[in-house]
């Protein structure tokens, strides 16, 4: 599991090593500049000409350092002090002395920086530092980077990246490397800032264990040893062990849903799974997946004692349900899912068309347009404990009843607004996903662009639910899912490649996730 931090608690790290701890700045400045030098070392020559864009504050101090290191290991560099040099911070306004009297070229206009006499630059105009948009000259110096051929390196940030949520302030760097101090930062994984970092290389400056503890961060990713977090799987066993699996999906020729939940369940080790459907769909059903069992109901006759018994049956044996993927928003459908909630002890799993019928729903009273709190306040009270609802972007717009060009520009505080007083597990789904409850934020780092086709989310169901059924505590098998979800993503499009893949091939990817072979 890795810390991710947002420039605040960064600089609560940075004071804390400082001030309690009492190493100073510039000892850290240098560390810094170091690693800095030496992850660009892997790529540069003595032929290259180096350009170390700075701007005023302590991230234009790393790249001063780090321009001093350059000269003196025989590379060719110049600087350009693009920052206002009647406002340097203290430390930077020693490494500026210090170039100033080994005689470096220090461009500090501009128009004097001919861009097309460098092959290499480095970004240090701005770091965790940065509060606002970027403007005027700040940006055309910014333009000016990007409009480069050569390698760029940033330092702790590409400029012009938020560390607190990815986005780009005005306009940003796009860096080839960005090499990062002490801890990974939240703005680093969620997009677009995680695309503008290029490859991310977390270096050690020497922040004590001790500074990073003091500071609680309530985001984090998982990498390859957080697999480990698996449910055994005990010796003595049968298929009961493993859980049951119930999924409620798949109206008349919507088949495919249902079978990639089931599978991807089967596939991640549920003991074993029905399919509550229609009859239409049986036969294919059984001829795609014999391994499933069966209950089709009769949308017609939901009034019936008997079609009710039948799904109360159904609910009843279960560890957990799976209920949405290709359903359909009838309003028979919304009878079913309503006699499952009613009927439910158990988690459930709340996916596609199950979060579009309670939009639906909500729209009918004039109360609730709008009213996000009342909405997801309704869905708190109306599901079980330990329920998770897995909605995209544009399905989570339709139950907030907000653009979902707002919920995108604004994920984190979603996520907040979502587990406000609440029980429920959120996993919103986007190219980093955030699995939200209570006051922790998980953000998934694992998975690829070629997951953006119809039929992966159908599989991430399936996946969740057979994590619960092993005995998984929901937020724990949502957080593990996702991002076993996503390294299955990264088998199929590593055997395939990201345009050929399909759903099925993340189900395949599978084996290879749990069986350790990654
Ligand atoms: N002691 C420390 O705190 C350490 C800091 N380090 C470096 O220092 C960086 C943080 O330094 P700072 O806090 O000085 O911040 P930055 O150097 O990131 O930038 C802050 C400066 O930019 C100005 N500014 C912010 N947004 C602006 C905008 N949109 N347009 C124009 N000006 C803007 C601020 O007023 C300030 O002068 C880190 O990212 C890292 O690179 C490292 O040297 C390690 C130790
Ligand atoms: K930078």
Redesign the pocket.
């Known amino acids: 599991m890795k810390k991710l931090v947002n420039s605040k608690q960064m600089?609560a790290i940075?004071a804390y090593a400082?001030h309690t701890i009492g190493i100073p700045?510039l000892v850290?400045?240098e560390n810094?500049a170091y690693s800095v030098v030496s992850c660009m070392e892997k790529s540069i020559s003595k032929e290259d000409i180096i350009l170390v864009v700075c701007?005023?504050?302590?991230?234009?101090?790393?790249g001063l350092a780090a321009a001093r290191i350059l000269l003196n290991r025989g590379y060719q560099v110049d600087v350009f002090l693009a920052?206002n040099p009647a406002?340097l911070?203290e430390?930077t306004a020693t490494q500026l002395k210090i170039l100033e009297n080994l005689e470096m070229v220090i461009w500090n206009h501009l128009e004097e920086v001919n861009f097309a006499n460098y092959t290499i630059l480095v970004d240090a105009l701005?770091?965790?530092?940065?509060?606002?948009?970027?403007?005027d000259e700040?940006a055309a110096v910014i333009a000016e980077m990007n409009t480069h051929e050569g390698i760029i390196f940033a330092?702790?940030?590409p400029s012009g990246i938020s560390a607190d949520d990815g986005k780009v302030?005005?306009t940003a760097v796009r860096a080839d490397y960005t090499v990062t101090?002490g801890e990974e930062k939240v703005g680093q994984i969620l997009f677009p800032g995680s695309e503008y970092c290029g490859t991310l290389v977390v270096t050690d400056?020497g922040f004590p264990p001790s500074a990073v503890d003091s500071v609680a961060s309530e985001f984090y990713r998982y990498e390859k040893m957080d697999l480990a977090r698996l449910p055994w799987r005990r010796a003595y066993s049968n298929k009961g062990t493993f859980g049951r699996v119930l999924i409620v999906a798949g109206a008349k020729n919507m088949s495919g849903a249902a079978y990639l939940s089931a599978l991807a369940a089967y596939r991640t080790g549920a003991g074993l799974v029905e399919i509550m459907t229609v009859e239409s769909n049986r036969l294919i059903l059984q001829g795609q997946l014999p391994e499933a069992i069966l209950t089709t109901i009769n949308p017609d006759l939901l009034d019936t004692t008997e079609e009710k018994e039948k799904i109360k049956q159904a609910v009843g044996r279960s560890d957990v349900i799976v209920m949405g993927p290709g359903l359909g928003v009838s309003d028979k459908a919304k009878k079913v899912l309503d006699f499952v909630t009613l009927y439910a002890q158990v988690p459930l799993i709340v996916d596609a068309d199950a979060i579009n019928i309670a939009a639906r729903y909500f729209n009918t009273f004039p109360l609730m347009r709008g009213n996000t709190c009342l909405r997801l306040n309704e869905l708190n009270n109306s599901l079980p404990k330990g329920t998770i609802l897995t909605p995209h972007l544009l399905e989570l717009a339709r139950l907030m009843d907000q653009p979902a060009s707002d919920i995108q520009d604004n994920l984190l505080k979603t996520a907040d607004s979502c587990t406000k007083d609440t029980d429920l597990v959120y996993v919103l789904k986007d190219a980093r996903s955030v699995v939200a409850y209570e006051d922790e934020r998980y953000l998934n780092y694992s998975g690829n662009n070629g997951m953006a086709t119809a039929g992966t989310g159908d599989v991430l169901t399936g996946i969740l639910a057979a994590l619960i059924a092993q005995g998984m505590d929901s937020f724990e098998a949502a957080k593990l899912g996702v991002y076993i979800h996503g390294l299955a993503g990264d088998v199929a499009a590593a055997k395939k490649n990201r345009y050929s893949m399909i759903a099925s091939d993340v189900v395949n990817g599978l084996e290879d996730v749990l069986g350790g072979m990654i």
């Open positions: 600089k940075d400082i700045p850290l400045m810094a701007g005023s504050g302590n991230n234009g101090g790393d920052g406002h911070s430390e701005f770091g965790i530092g940065l509060e606002r948009d970027i403007e700040q330092v702790d940030m302030k005005g101090f400056i």
